[in-house]
């Protein structure tokens, strides 16, 4: 099955203050992180989304192997940079797999859990131990839904909407960090020495 990998990496770090996608992480960047992990995925396509921060992203983080797509609506919320994904978007492509690029400890595994568990699904979703959590599965079928989408709890909203019935695939751990605050920076730092033993 040809499989699109979708990472989305648009936003205006509001909250932060600064691009989020470009603090320091496990010797990279916090995006360097999510697309080195992206790229062992195996997927056939592999986007990525930029708005807020792009002239900066561009010149500080590897994007080879991935497809950029600019995003000028990044204010809007995360369903645009989707929409601007799916203008893109390879037409043997019979699924979308969604990652945040602030969310660097998603692993591969978990990835391929959801593709393997889910891909006969329309929908899909990480069940971690906590609760449930991206990366996110979209059969083709849906891509029509995910174009209609606004803000930037859309695709939330399509999950929970009882439109489509929702496979969870089972994945051990808690949700992983996506950092939107210096207090979340801090904590995944914390988390990533801890696992170093530093």
């Known amino acids: 099955m040809f499989v699109t990998g979708l990472v989305l990496a648009a936003g ?109 699904s329309l929908l899909g979703v990480c069940r971690y131990d906590d609760g449930v959590g991206h990366p996110f599965w979209f059969r083709r079928h849906v891509f029509d839904d995910l174009r209609g989408l606004h803000g930037d709890k859309g695709v939330w909203r399509l999950l929970e909407s009882g439109r489509y019935p929702v496979r969870e695939v089972e994945v051990a751990g808690d949700v992983p960090l996506d950092v939107d605050t210096w207090e979340d920076y801090q904590a995944l730092l914390a988390g990533a020495n801890e696992g170093t033993g530093a």
């Open 12 to 120: 205006g770090s509001r909250r932060l203050g600064q691009p989020k996608h470009l603090l320091a992480y496990r010797g990279t960047t916090v995006l360097g992180a999510t697309l080195d992990m992206a790229r062992g995925c195996g997927f056939e396509q592999l986007l990525v989304t930029l708005g807020g921060a792009s002239a900066e992203l561009r010149d500080r983080v590897d994007f080879r192997d991935c497809q950029v797509v600019e995003n000028e609506q990044y204010a809007s919320g995360c369903s645009s940079s989707i929409g601007a994904a799916l203008g893109v978007l390879d037409d043997r492509a019979e699924g979308i797999i969604l990652l945040l690029g602030d969310q660097p400890e998603v692993t591969t595994g978990a990835v391929a859990r959801l593709r393997e568990a889910a891909g006969s």
